[in-house]
Antibody, heavy 119, light 107 residues
């Protein structure tokens, strides 16, 4: 049974860098897209970006170059960095596994991390 | 970006009811449409992928249909554990986008 566990700072000040890491337990790291998704309070889910096991990335253009995804295959981990955060980046952040077969679905999710940006 | 619009945004129903939620895409996405169920304090759970394929372990009372721009999620007989928020998501292109969600409440 594949499980994702995530961690990172939950309270940031404006202009700081958000940093979250997700570890994959119990399954293969290769053959999937490892994804970050967020949900601001009262708003819809927003796809942040994805990275595969070899490090190839896809980012949401709406985040204007502030996002960096990385992967550590030796630890079955992938990470998100979002620079220059503002209050608009306050959200629950989820890591998820992107399964390409069947049309790129998010079939396993981490529990979510609430990140608040406040001065 | 492909815009996803769900209707209704909220819905009240009773246990045993048949419920349908719709999702419309701003462009043709063929069958690249997925449905998720979200409960308070929990991560979303995949229900339906590729418009009509049931994810392993999901009860058969859930079904999906549609192609192109118009899709539906149907719950044939509501159970108490089905009261939740439902999200559609297109996987046709990046950025991958979600609908605004449909909150299903007990009448």
């Amino acid at each position: 049974q594949v499980q994702l566990q995530q961690w990172g700072a939950g309270l940031l000040k404006p202009s700081e860098t958000l940093s979250l890491t997700c570890v994959v337990y119990g399954g293969s790291f290769s053959g999937y897209s490892w994804t970050w998704i967020r949900q601001p309070p009262g708003k819809r889910l927003e796809w942040i970006g994805e990275i595969n096991h070899s490090g190839s990335t896809n980012y949401n253009p709406s985040l204007k170059g502030r996002v960096t995804l990385s992967v550590d295959r030796s630890k079955n981990q992938f990470s998100l960095k979002l620079s220059s955060v503002t209050a608009a980046d306050t959200a629950v952040y989820y890591c998820a596994r992107g399964r390409v077969a069947g049309g790129h679905t998010f079939d396993v999710w981490g529990p979510g991390t609430m990140v608040t940006v406040s001065s | 970006d492909i815009q996803m619009t769900q209707s209704p945004s909220s819905l009240s129903a009773s246990v045993g009811d048949r419920v349908t939620i719709t999702c419309r895409a701003s462009h043709d996405i063929r069958i690249f449409l997925n449905w998720y169920q979200e409960k308070p304090g929990k991560a979303p759970k995949l229900l339906i992928y590729a418009a009509s394929s049931l994810q392993s372990g999901v009860p058969s009372r859930f079904s999906g249909s549609g192609s192109g721009t118009d899709f539906t999620l149907t719950i044939s007989s509501l159970q108490p554990e089905d009261f939740a928020t439902y999200h559609c998501q297109q996987s046709y292109s990046t950025p991958r986008t979600f609908g605004q969600g449909t909150k299903l409440e007990i009448k």
